[in-house]
């Protein structure tokens, strides 16, 4: 993994392509689907702090983005506020790489 991981685009899409097609389509569909799992994981957890940030404040991210926080909001109100942004952005990134990688592979039914 590290291997791969180490090497820039350019390369291994060289490598890619020095493939024969079969190969590299199942390389694909074994990676996507191995991939996926990862993901998962994370969107699910993604979507846990979402969730809880949103019970605590009894809003989404996006009434606060568009209110703004209370002026008497505290350092952790803050905190939190931050930390939701990230959380946001990784369900929002890894919705959509769940997406790409349907189309790799589809999953199992």
């Known amino acids: 993994m590290d291997i ?3 090497l820039d685009t350019d390369n291994m899409e060289r490598a890619l392509q020095a493939l024969a097609p079969e190969d ?21 957890r993604a979507e846990r ?3 809880g940030f949103e019970e605590k404040y009894h ?16 350092y952790a109100a ?3 506020y931050v930390e939701w942004h990230y959380w ?9 790489t769940l997406e790409a990688l349907s189309m790799l592979a589809p999953e199992p039914t």
Do not use: C, M, W, Y
């Not at 590299?24 to 699910?44: C, D, M, N």
């Open 88 to 96: 946001g952005r990784v369900l929002e990134r890894d919705q959509r």
């Open 49 to 51: 702090k979402v969730a």
């Open 59 to 74: 809003r989404t991210l996006h009434e606060i983005e568009a209110d703004g926080l209370p002026d008497n909001a505290d």
């Open 24 to 44: 590299r389509a199942g390389i694909l569909s074994v990676g996507a689907s191995f991939h996926r799992l990862t993901v998962k994981k994370r969107l699910e």
């Open 78 to 80: 803050h905190e939190d």
């Open 4 to 6: 791969i991981r180490s």
